[in-house]
């Protein structure tokens, strides 16, 4: 089965504690995204990456940091410089070429401060 | 600044009646409009997109949505609720550029009573 999967569900971090998050894909696509959401909020974009070893910064990357080292995955760490990371985080992927430009979600990382 | 307008935040149907869900966007040309459910605590399912053609656009799960180009709206309908519906419903939309990087709504949250 082709998806996106990302773990863990819930993620507990402590102050001052850096936590990563992982995405992982198998559809093959070329573009990987990383979203914040919060109550009202909708979604806002934290980085994303066209292609292998490059990556940009969204709305909201500060206290966030990424890393696409493979084309599969698009891990996602939250610093001890993000003041209030509470918040349900998605990851999405997007085949890259005209009319493709849809993208599709994984089914999200709930993360909670101790 | 490019925008998505979803007016209602929360809105309740009794099962079985019809739905509506608004979404406005700001641009002068037209871009590709997204409509995505979320069930709680879980991530984001396409369900219908328009990128040119037919205004009138079907999707998954009996919704279909129609792009009014003079009115700069994508809304959702669906003739006859079901319980399952209630979710949070998203409007996204794709302006171009090589980024390929979506604009969400804020949601709108759909109630169903019995």
Same mark, same amino acid.
């Given at each position: 089965?082709?998806?996106?999967?990302?773990? *863990?569900?819930?993620l507990? +971090?402590?102050?001052g504690? /850096?936590?990563?998050l &992982?995405?992982?894909? /198998?559809?093959?696509?070329?573009?990987?995204?990383?979203? +914040?959401?919060? @109550?009202?909020?909708?979604?806002?974009?934290?980085?994303?990456?066209?292609?292998?070893?490059?990556?940009?910064k969204?709305?909201?990357? #500060?206290?966030?940091?990424?890393s +696409? #080292?493979?084309?599969?995955?698009? *891990?996602?760490?939250?610093? &001890?410089?993000?003041?209030? *990371?509470?918040?349900?985080?998605?990851?999405? &992927?997007?085949?890259?070429?005209?009319?493709?430009?849809?993208?599709?979600?994984? @089914?999200?990382?709930?993360?909670?401060?101790? | 600044a490019?925008s998505?307008t979803?007016?209602?935040?929360?809105?309740?149907?009794s099962?079985?009646?019809?739905?509506? !869900?608004?979404?406005?966007?700001?641009?002068?040309?037209?871009?590709?409009? $997204?409509?995505?459910?979320q069930?709680?605590?879980?991530?984001?399912?396409?369900l219908?997109?328009? $990128?040119?053609?037919d205004?009138?656009?079907?999707?998954?799960?009996?919704?279909?949505?129609?792009f009014?180009?003079?009115?700069?709206?994508?809304?959702?309908?669906?003739?006859?609720?079901?319980?399952?519906?209630?979710?949070?419903?998203?409007?996204?939309? $794709?302006?171009?550029?090589?980024?390929?990087? !979506?604009? $969400?709504?804020?949601?709108?949250?759909?109630s169903?009573k019995?």
């Amino acid at each position: 089965d082709g998806g996106i999967t990302q773990s *863990p569900k819930y993620l507990f +971090r402590k102050e001052g504690q /850096n936590v990563t998050l &992982s995405c992982e894909q /198998n559809l093959n696509h070329d573009a990987m995204y990383w979203y +914040r959401q919060d @109550p009202g909020q909708g979604l806002r974009l934290i980085y994303y990456s066209q292609i292998v070893n490059d990556f940009q910064k969204g709305d909201i990357a #500060e206290g966030y940091s990424v890393s +696409r #080292e493979k084309k599969e995955s698009f *891990p996602l760490t939250v610093t &001890s410089a993000q003041k209030n *990371p509470t918040a349900f985080y998605l990851c999405a &992927s997007r085949p890259t070429g005209v009319n493709l430009e849809t993208q599709y979600f994984g @089914p999200g990382t709930r993360l909670l401060v101790l | 600044a490019q925008s998505v307008t979803q007016p209602d935040i929360h809105i309740t149907v009794s099962e079985g009646a019809s739905l509506e !869900l608004r979404c406005n966007y700001s641009y002068g040309a037209t871009p590709y409009l $997204f409509w995505y459910v979320q069930s709680p605590g879980q991530g984001l399912q396409l369900l219908l997109k328009y $990128f040119s053609g037919d205004t009138l656009v079907q999707g998954i799960k009996g919704f279909e949505a129609e792009f009014k180009r003079s009115q700069s709206s994508f809304n959702l309908r669906k003739p006859s609720v079901h319980w399952s519906d209630a979710a949070e419903y998203f409007c996204a939309v $794709f302006y171009g550029g090589s980024q390929g990087n !979506l604009i $969400f709504g804020k949601g709108t949250k759909l109630s169903v009573k019995p």
